[in-house]
């Protein structure tokens, strides 16, 4: 009998969403999580250096500055988990502040192998810090790296980067909720959130001038042509930016620009695009620091301090498991 492989499974699981997405009704989809693929991820990472997208600089100042008055909340030592670790160059501030306390695990939670591998290239040397890399997803991660420690080890789970803001509100209440029962009382989560700014800022942040935003939205339909063995016609194909403002969330579509017919094989697919019509690919969403106060009672959680940066509007919340 056939065995099924990994890369096999991969393939059907994606095929299987990319199929069940992009045939719901009304408002066609495709899941934002296969935006990454390697040429998305090094899309992204030039994306996090563009003059119009000021988060991760934010988010990276933040853990600059504050690392050691985040890290004096915390009144033992702590064990460091983190999800979606990508090069770790932020994770640097927080570990060496809590080095200083004594030797300091630090577990990256990563799907990619070549960013968990950056990440202990990046990290690897700071004194009184060892790394032992989880290439799983966040909580089946998260699960294996509480199961392993030992009774009075303590963890503060670092989820930066306002990657929460990619859920929907009641799907991140959902996740924080599953960190939540992973984690003992007394442990920590320090919960990076990108914060509601005037809108024309935040559009450009997702549509800048040199147009990465833009690649970074079509290499989805790239890498379905390449992995499906799809037949989008990219150039036919408009990247939408809009501000949801009563669900406070940047939406990018990839509009339609004429009545279009597409297949893809490995999906056994056939749709037809109207001409205006769009595919929802990512929604980003925007908090109010008291939201995310409250977020932080609904799952479980108390926030013991929130540090905002001035330049670009974006909170550090360190919240207790209690
Ligand atoms: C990863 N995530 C927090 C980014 C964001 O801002 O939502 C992904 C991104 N999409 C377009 N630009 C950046």
């Known amino acids: 009998m056939a065995t099924t492989t990994l890369a096999q499974r991969y393939v059907s699981e994606f095929a299987a969403d990319v199929r069940s997405s992009l045939t719901i009704p009304l408002q066609r989809e495709l899941p934002s999580k296969y935006l990454y693929d390697e040429v998305g991820s090094a899309l992204f990472e030039?994306?996090?250096?563009?003059?119009?997208?000021?988060?991760?600089?934010?988010?990276?100042?933040?853990?600059?500055?504050?690392?050691?008055?985040?890290?004096?909340?915390?009144?033992?030592?702590?064990?460091?988990?983190?999800?979606?670790?990508?090069?770790?160059?932020?994770?640097?501030?927080?570990?060496?502040?809590?080095?200083h306390r004594g030797q300091t695990y630090y577990y990256p939670i990563e799907i990619s192998p070549s960013a968990l591998e950056a990440c202990e290239k990046e990290l690897g040397q700071i004194d009184m810090v060892s790394i032992v890399g989880y290439e799983r997803p966040y909580l089946e991660g998260l699960r294996a790296v509480a199961e392993r420690?030992?009774?009075?080890?303590?963890?503060?789970?670092?989820?930066?980067?306002?990657?929460?803001?990619?859920?929907?509100?009641?799907?991140?209440?959902?996740?924080?909720?599953?960190?939540?029962?992973?984690?003992?009382?007394?442990?920590?989560?320090?919960?990076?959130?990108?914060?509601?700014?005037d809108v024309p800022r935040q559009l450009l942040a997702y549509d800048d001038p040199a147009g990465v935003t833009r690649a970074f939205n079509l290499n989805l339909l790239a890498r379905i042509n390449r992995e499906l063995g799809g037949n989008f016609n990219l150039a036919r194909f408009r990247h939408q930016v809009r501000w949801n403002a009563e669900e406070r969330r940047i939406e990018m579509h990839l509009e339609s620009t004429?009545?279009?017919?597409?297949?893809?094989?490995?999906?056994?697919?056939?749709?037809?695009?109207?001409?205006?019509?769009?595919?929802?690919?990512?929604?980003?969403?925007?908090?109010?620091?008291?939201?995310?106060?409250?977020?932080?009672?609904?799952?479980?959680?108390?926030?013991?301090?929130?540090?905002?940066?001035?330049?670009?509007?974006?909170?550090?919340?360190?919240?207790?498991?209690?």
């Open 46 to 99: 030039t994306i996090c250096v563009l003059p119009e997208y000021g988060l991760t600089r934010a988010d990276a100042r933040l853990l600059r500055r504050y690392a050691r008055e985040i890290v004096s909340k915390l009144p033992w030592s702590f064990h460091v988990a983190e999800l979606g670790s990508g090069s770790g160059k932020k994770t640097r501030w927080i570990l060496e502040a809590l080095s």
């Open 149 to 197: 420690r030992e009774d009075g080890d303590h963890l503060l789970v670092l989820f930066l980067g306002s990657t929460i803001g990619n859920f929907d509100r009641s799907a991140g209440d959902v996740f924080l909720s599953e960190v939540r029962t992973i984690l003992k009382d007394g442990d920590a989560l320090l919960l990076g959130t990108d914060l509601v700014k």
């Open 258 to 322: 004429g009545q279009q017919d597409v297949a893809i094989h490995a999906a056994g697919l056939r749709i037809t695009l109207a001409a205006g019509e769009t595919i929802w690919t990512e929604s980003s969403h925007k908090y109010e620091p008291r939201e995310v106060v409250n977020m932080a009672k609904r799952t479980g959680f108390t926030c013991a301090g929130q540090w905002i940066d001035e330049e670009w509007p974006f909170a550090q919340n360190l919240l207790l498991a209690r």
